[in-house]
T-cell receptor, first 114, second 112 residues
Framework: EAQVTQNPRYLITVTGKKLTVTCSQN?????MSWYRQDPGLGLRQIYYSMNVEVTDKGDVPEGYKVSRKEKRNFPLILESPSPNQTSLYFCASSLLTGGDETQYFGPGTRLLVL | QKEVEQNSGPLSVPEGAIASLNCTYS??????FFWYRQYSGKSPELIMF????GDKEDGRFTAQLNKASQYVSLLIRDSQPSDSATYLCAVRKAGANSKLTFGKGITLSVRP
């Protein structure tokens, strides 16, 4: 089944404790992206990647890191989480060519930073 | 001006009515337009995309694009309670940067 998976789905942590949220897709998509969704602010892009070893900042990259060492994986790293990073996070992927620009979203990771 | 703007909601319509959701965008170079639906607590899922001016129909859904006026809309005919969700408009600019920009979304409630 074609899908985007994220782990963990729910996470409670404390300020300053490094964490990683994994994202994996099995559709051979070149493009992958991380978003955060907050009430009243909508979906905002954190980082995106157009292929292996190619990443770039989105609208709200502060406090986050990403890497793209393999095509299928795009982990989101919070080196020193703070309470303002409490949010719902979505990973998404899509093709870059071929006419289908649909972004497929993972199930989301709900993060609470105390 | 916000890059992608949607009507402030929520929008409430009776079952069987037409729901009209509107979205405007600021960048005239935008080339791809998407409507996503998001149920509470779930991830967004694509309903329709449109690239050319005019209407595009898929079942009960019609997307309308007017590049001159920089708006894209989604009509839902014969609205059902199962259509109750948040609808997100998304716009992709032309060029090598494939960034997709989302509006804040509008919540639709269909009353039985």
């Amino acid at each position: 089944e074609a899908q985007v998976t994220q782990n963990p789905r729910y996470l409670i942590t404390v300020t300053g404790k490094k964490l990683t949220v994994t994202c994996s897709q099995n559709m051979n998509h070149e493009y992958m992206s991380w978003y955060r969704q907050d009430p009243g602010l909508g979906l905002r892009q954190i980082y995106y990647s157009m292929n292996v070893e190619v990443t770039d900042k989105g609208d709200v990259p502060e406090g986050y890191k990403v890497s793209r060492k393999e095509k299928r994986n795009f982990p989101l790293i919070l080196e020193s989480p703070s309470p303002n990073q409490t949010s719902l996070y979505f990973c998404a992927s899509s093709l870059l060519t071929g006419g289908d620009e649909t972004q497929y979203f993972g199930p989301g990771t709900r993060l609470l930073v105390l | 001006q916000k890059e992608v703007e949607q009507n402030s909601g929520p929008l409430s319509v009776p079952e069987g009515a037409i729901a009209s959701l509107n979205c405007t965008y600021s960048d005239r170079g935008s080339q791809s337009f998407f409507w996503y639906r998001q149920y509470s607590g779930k991830s967004p899922e694509l309903i329709m995309f449109i690239y050319s001016n005019g209407d595009k129909e898929d079942g009960r859904f019609t997307a309308q694009l007017n590049k001159a006026s920089q708006y894209v809309s989604l009509l839902i005919r014969d609205s059902q309670p199962s259509d109750s969700a948040t609808y997100l408009c998304a716009v992709r600019k032309a060029g090598a940067n494939s960034k997709l920009t989302f509006g804040k979304g509008i919540t639709l409630s269909v009353r039985p």
